[in-house]
Each structure stands twice: as C-alpha cells, then as structure tokens.
C-alpha cells in the first residue's frame, strides 16, 4: 500500500497519465515504487518531454518494466536512463522526418499543429469558395483556390474527417458550377468523389 505522502507525490507528478494510473491501481507496482525513484522517473519524463516526441505508452511501459527487473535505488535513474535510451523511439522536436530502428524515414509531425494545419486551409478553401459563390470576382485568386482545393483532397486522403470531406466535395462543385457558368476554359481533373 501507497504511504499517503509517496500518493501525493504520485498525483502531483510531471509523469503520463497512464503511468500515474498504473502506479496508483498496481499493487505490483507500490511494492517497487520509492520517492526517490519516483523522482528519478519524473526527471527522466521532463527531460524527454522537453526535447523529443516520442510515444508516452511506450516510456511508461519500459519504465513500469525497469521497476519489475528491479534495480538498486541508488543506480536507477542510470538504469532506466539505458533502457529508455536502448529502446524509444525519439525524434527531436525541430525535426519533421524521423528514421525508425528499422532504418526507414518517416514524417512526423504532433496532431495539434496537423489539426491547427488542416483547419487553416478548410477555412482559406472555404472562404475563395465563398467569393466564388457570392460572385466575387475581384476577390478571387483562382490559383490559389486550386492549390487549396488539392490540399483539401490531400487531407482527405490523409485522414477521414466528414466535415472536411463534405467541404472538399461541396467546393468542389461550386467550383465546377461556376467554371461552366462562366465559360471558363479551366479544366478540372475529374476524381472519383471519396
């Protein structure tokens, strides 16, 4: 069983959220857990936090794993220091592409600054939409609202949003309406609607 001041500490810690859960629900996990280590995990986890993503699953495992193969206090920090160094995937935060432990390259990027991203251009698509809608005419930029329109399409194929999906379809055939109002001699590649 947790002391009340080793709990507290717990609650009050800079660690992931399923790590805390784990260290307050496992009694498995009370019986390894000191302050000291306790303090080591939280320095580690700030440490980390503040200059890599990296998937917080997987240092609460390969910590939660370091307390059950046991490891003097005095050394532990050093030890899940090793493990957590040997093991999780890290890629610094000024970097967008990462390469994996199987060699391979990957983009990276949070899905907060992705989501922020995908917002901007469905509201810039949305508004060059409008103007075309409104007969806007000198507030059009046609150029950009195609690169928007395909940025929209590649968002869609990235990810399945039905707001976004709706709004790449729907401008889209504003867009389409409005070339054939106008006569206009600009040809849209017609894709099979996602």
Request: hydrophobic share 35%.
């Amino acid at each position: 069983m947790l002391s009340e001041e080793l709990n507290e500490l717990i609650h009050k810690a800079n660690i992931p959220e399923q790590l805390r859960s784990y260290f307050i629900e496992s009694k498995e996990g009370q019986l390894y857990l000191t302050e000291e280590m306790l303090s080591e995990i939280e320095e580690l986890y700030t440490f980390y936090n503040a200059l890599y993503i990296f998937d917080e699953t997987q240092f609460s495992f390969y910590t939660i794993t370091s307390l059950r193969r046991g490891s003097e206090a005095t050394a532990y920090y050093y030890y899940l220091r090793k493990i957590l160094e040997s093991n999780l995937e890290l890629m610094s935060k000024d970097q967008r592409f990462h390469k994996s432990s199987e060699g391979t390259f990957a983009f990276k990027t949070d899905m907060i600054s992705l989501n922020s991203r995908f917002k901007t251009i469905a509201q810039e698509f949305g508004q060059n939409v409008d103007f075309f809608y409104k007969n806007q005419y000198d507030r059009i930029d046609v150029m950009k609202t195609y690169l928007l329109l395909g940025k929209l399409e590649l968002i869609n194929d990235i990810v399945r949003d039905e707001y976004l999906l709706n709004m790449y379809q729907g401008g889209r055939r504003v867009l389409e309406r409005k070339i054939d109002e106008l006569g206009l001699q600009i040809y849209i590649k017609k894709h099979k609607n996602n």
